[in-house]
């Protein structure tokens, strides 16, 4: 039977991680390891400068679980180098309260758990449901059951992830499943300045995201059209394609 492990960016507590343990349930035996309060927007985070702290506990439905002090990426270290000594098969990081689309994944700790997977050779799907005020990961769930059997049998490329966004849809008002690269999702950013009690001025960074349409095959489209995403990234970020332009430029020390 695989043996999968399950994480997530907004901790133990969230709906999508306990919708995702149950799903994956049926799939393989699982280990669920994650921060043990939210992360999101953490980013790759690797915590070189504290000691990581791992509590037993368990999750809503009384299954054992394991709550770590540090980051979405160092659950799965954690897990990888050693805590969890039975080999892992697949690393599925979510289900994330929000979408990751676009530019947005390199913040995502989401996303970036499940590229800590891949770092250390183990096949990993990341999974995001879009925001609403009433958040059911049941469909979101589902897919991930269907997916990760698929993975398991063929397997991915190295250094490659999957980034599965599912549209916050009832089931049978979802289109189906495209496969997508990934998109820009910009946003209309602004540096929003205000005063504390004291007169000291602190900041927040705001933005809302842009109603630009994207091209048929990305990621942000897939999402605003009804349609699940599944986004293969990797983690070779070299532009392979000005190589050749840069050494032409003829620099010497």
């Known amino acids: 039977m695989a043996h999968i492990l399950v994480t997530n960016d907004d901790g133990l507590e969230a709906g999508g991680l306990l919708a995702l343990k149950n799903a994956l349930s049926a799939v393989g035996r699982v ?15 690797k915590t070189l400068h504290k000691p990581l702290r791992v509590n037993e506990v368990r999750l809503a439905d009384g299954t054992p679980a394991f709550a770590t002090s540090g980051a979405p990426s160092d659950c799965v270290a954690l897990a990888c180098l050693g805590f969890i000594q039975e080999p892992i098969d697949l690393v599925v990081s979510g289900i994330n309260q929000g979408y990751n689309l676009g530019h947005d994944v390199t913040y995502s700790g989401t996303v970036t758990a499940a590229m800590e997977g891949v770092i250390s050779g183990i096949p990993s799907i990341a999974v995001s449901l879009g925001w609403r005020p009433e958040m059911d990961y049941e469909c979101a769930a589902r897919f991930a059951a269907r997916l990760a059997p698929k993975v398991l049998e063929v397997g991915l490329p190295p250094y490659t992830l999957l980034n599965v966004n599912v549209p916050n849809l009832p089931q049978d008002q979802i289109k189906g499943v495209r496969i997508t690269r990934q998109g820009l999702r910009k946003y209309r950013d602004e540096l929003v300045k205000r005063l504390d009690p004291r007169g000291r001025p602190y900041y927040w960074i705001a933005g809302e995201p842009s109603s630009e349409m994207e091209e048929e095959d990305t990621d942000v489209w897939a999402v605003e059209n009804g ?25 010497e020390v």
């Open 31 to 45: 280990t669920v390891m994650a921060p043990d309060h939210n992360w999101s927007a953490s980013g790759h985070v």
């Open 227 to 251: 349609y699940i995403s599944i986004t293969p990234l990797q983690l070779d970020l070299t532009a392979h394609a000005m190589i050749e332009q840069l050494r032409n430029w003829g620099l």
